[in-house]
């Protein structure tokens, strides 16, 4: 039985930074492809960025390339997202989901292609 577990959220001001952890427990964690998404109540939950099993390919939204990061350390069992440049649109409840990957390269953007998912831990950027 995997286990998904976030941390990081909180609020933050328009500009700042947060970094959010999703610790994985009860598998190998390295045989896990991992993504990010996010939800606003009332909308469908989106992506925000992947990253392969090994960690050497990652994808990211638009609305978040180029200040938000991805990352993994399979030493550790956990997957980082490092947010940069914060905006009050960035304000969602942020989930990590996590699906078993053959290929270590492959990385996935459509919500229905994982099988689990974390609690969800709220980010909140104030203007």
């Known amino acids: 039985q995997v286990q998904l577990v976030e941390s990081g959220g909180g609020l933050v001001q328009a500009g700042g930074s947060l970094r959010l952890s999703c610790a994985l427990a009860g598998q190998t964690f390295s045989s896990y492809a991992m993504g990010w998404f996010r939800q606003i109540p009332g909308k469908e939950r989106e992506f925000v960025a992947a990253?392969?099993?090994?960690?050497?390919?990652?994808a990211y939204a638009d609305s978040v390339k180029g200040r938000f990061t991805i990352s993994r350390d399979n030493a550790k069992n956990t997957v980082y997202l490092q947010m940069n440049s914060l905006k009050p649109e960035d304000t969602a409840v942020y989930y990590c989901?996590?699906?078993?990957?053959?290929?270590?390269?492959?990385?996935?953007?459509?919500?229905?292609?994982?099988?689990?998912w974390g609690q969800g831990t709220q980010v909140t950027v104030s203007s």
């Open positions: 989901a996590a699906r078993i990957a053959t290929y270590s390269i492959g990385i996935y953007r459509e919500k229905y292609l994982y099988n689990y």
């Open positions: 990253i392969s099993r090994s960690g050497s390919t990652t």
